[in-house]
């Protein structure tokens, strides 16, 4: 199996920035990309960034584009989330996730991971 932990989260005023981690454990596969959602109070899970094995693919969802940067680093066996420029609709519990295939296509799509972490909660203050 393998885990995921994220932390990093915490409460942080508007306009200042949070960096979230995720060290993953456990079989993974070296062609994994790797995911972050989040899930705010009253809504579903959204997608919000995801980064290939290699790092040299990334994607974003339109809202964080500019404001998140999503990085890993292999040897660490860690997926990063800078968050910049928080706003009040930032806060959610954000997720770290492994995808099941090493394909690029369908990052966006939640079905297509097959590892989930506990998820850290971020709380942006007006």
């Known amino acids: 199996q393998v885990h995921l932990v994220e932390s990093g989260g915490g409460l942080v005023q508007a306009g200042g920035s949070l960096k979230l981690s995720c060290a993953a454990s456990g079989r993974t596969y070296s062609s994994n990309t790797m995911g972050w959602f989040r899930q705010a109070p009253g809504k579903e899970r959204e997608f919000v960034a995801a980064i290939s094995w290699s790092g040299s693919n990334t994607g974003y969802e339109d809202s964080v584009k500019g404001r998140f940067t999503i990085s890993r680093d292999n040897a660490k066996n860690t997926v990063l989330l800078q968050m910049n420029s928080l706003k009040p609709e930032d806060t959610a519990v954000y997720y770290c996730?492994?995808?099941?295939?090493?394909?690029?296509?369908?990052?966006?799509?939640?079905?297509?991971?097959?590892?989930w972490g506990q998820g850290t909660q971020v709380t942006v203050s007006s």
């Open positions: 996730a492994a995808k099941t295939a090493g394909s690029w296509y369908g990052i966006q799509l939640q079905r297509n991971y097959a590892y």
